[in-house]
């Protein structure tokens, strides 16, 4: 089973600013399959990138998803006051072990 | 437009299961896979598995072999999980969510449902 870290725990930033957060795999992604969600509480997740680097529907393009292998990477260009939140990254490259996602990064504000 | 609405919460005995329903529309139910997913209150999100609501193919996360069933009516495109022998570790909201379109590459889950509390006291 392929198991997914993040880094870092938590994120403090102030609107505006960029946020990097990562995703290591600890072994390759079958052809990068690396999805990141973010999540407000109380809410579902909502799909931000899907194959490492691919925008999902109407998602504004200050996401962006970078990275291949064992490593990856989202960056938000400058943080709007909605995109303080959890963000989780999957992998569902390993079928038919399993889709497995990461313990997550909480972006709050500084 | 694509929506996923689950059933309500249920309030449950250890020992006992739960069966939560995923009904499904604005797409062609058939077409894309079901994956389940379930997160304790103030815990990361758990991946329990798939399946495919043409063949009713599934796969099931190993930790839960052997007390999940996910299956599904395609005549109400609605799509089920059921896991037995609950504890309290089970308590936690269950999400279905779509998966992969057939024929397509898959791309995660793009369309999730509310989310179904499940507690097992």
Request: with cysteine; charged share 20%.
């Amino acid at each position: 089973e392929i198991v997914l870290t993040q880094s870092p725990g938590t994120l403090s930033l102030s609107p505006g600013e960029r946020a990097t957060l990562s995703c290591r795999a600890s072994q390759s992604v079958r052809s990068d399959y690396l999805a990141w969600y973010q999540q407000k509480p109380g809410r579902a997740p909502r799909l931000l990138i899907y194959g490492a680097s691919n925008r999902a529907t109407a998602i504004p393009d200050r996401f962006s998803g970078s990275g291949s292998g064992t490593d990856f990477t989202l960056t938000i260009s400058r943080l709007e006051p909605e995109d303080f939140a959890m963000y989780y990254c999957q992998q569902y490259g390993d079928s038919p072990r399993g889709f497995t996602f990461g313990p997550g990064t909480k972006v709050d504000i500084k | 437009q694509v929506q996923l609405v689950q059933s309500g919460a249920e309030v449950k005995k250890p020992g006992a299961s739960v069966k939560v329903s995923c009904k499904a529309s604005g797409y062609s139910f058939t077409s894309y896979d079901i994956n389940w997913v379930r997160q304790a209150t103030g815990q990361g999100l758990e991946w329990m598995g798939w399946m495919n609501p043409d063949s009713g193919n599934t796969g099931y996360e190993q930790k839960f072999q052997g007390r999940v069933t996910m299956t599904r009516n395609t005549s109400i495109s609605a799509a089920y999980m059921e896991l037995s022998s609950l504890t309290s570790e089970d308590s936690a909201v269950y999400y279905c969510a779509r998966g992969r379109g057939a024929g397509r590459l898959p791309r995660g889950s793009d369309y999730w449902g509310q989310g179904t509390l499940v507690t097992v006291s």
